[in-house]
């Protein structure tokens, strides 16, 4: 479905030569009595390289169609792949580690996530805002830091290491915010 380029939005993907980008910065510019130009910037889902675009208002571009399905993340294969499996037909696909990057530390095994199709092919993963994990090994707290807002490492069940407040101890839950990895709090049975 082609789109006018004064009609596209940051988060919008779009297809140029058989590839998808995401628009990451939008800015529509007028200056004086001249034409208006559009400049955007764009990532590849594919190889996560940059790119700019200087646009007409009246250049089309190419909408992709994506698919978002409800999956659960089943484990990890030798070859670095994620297998998911989709919740409604109960298939299972690999998703290429590449394609997600980090992501996945913030994922423990049969926890669902929102994957995006384009076609039949996955090309990314959505997470919960903040997820619940266990903390697996914990710097022991020093003596004399409590007057401030100390951090230390520590390291959750999924291999992420993260900061934590001097008081969280192994074998504790926290609460992790998946944008960022900032701790957010300690989570009670």
Known sequence: MGVKATE????????????L????????????NLRAIIHVKLRSLKSGSTK??????????EVAYLDK??????????????????????????VNAELIGDKMSYVKE???????FHGANPIGIELPAAVVLEVIEADPAVRGNT???????????????????????KGEKVKIRTEDGEFLGRVND
């Open 147 to 169: 007057a401030t807002n100390v951090k230390k490492d520590a390291v959750v069940e999924t291999g992420l290491k993260i900061k934590v407040p001097i008081f969280i101890t």
């Open 69 to 94: 399905k409800d999956c659960e993340y089943l484990y990890k294969e030798s070859s670095g792949d994620f297998v998911f499996m989709d919740t409604e037909s109960y298939e299972q696909f690999n």
């Open 8 to 19: 596209l939005r940051k988060g919008v993907v779009v297809e140029i030569d058989r590839d």
């Open 52 to 61: 700019d675009l200087r646009l007409g208002s009246g250049d089309i571009l």
């Open 110 to 116: 049969n926890t669902r996530c929102i994957v995006t």
């Open 21 to 32: 980008w995401v628009i990451t910065d939008y800015m529509h510019h007028t200056p004086g």
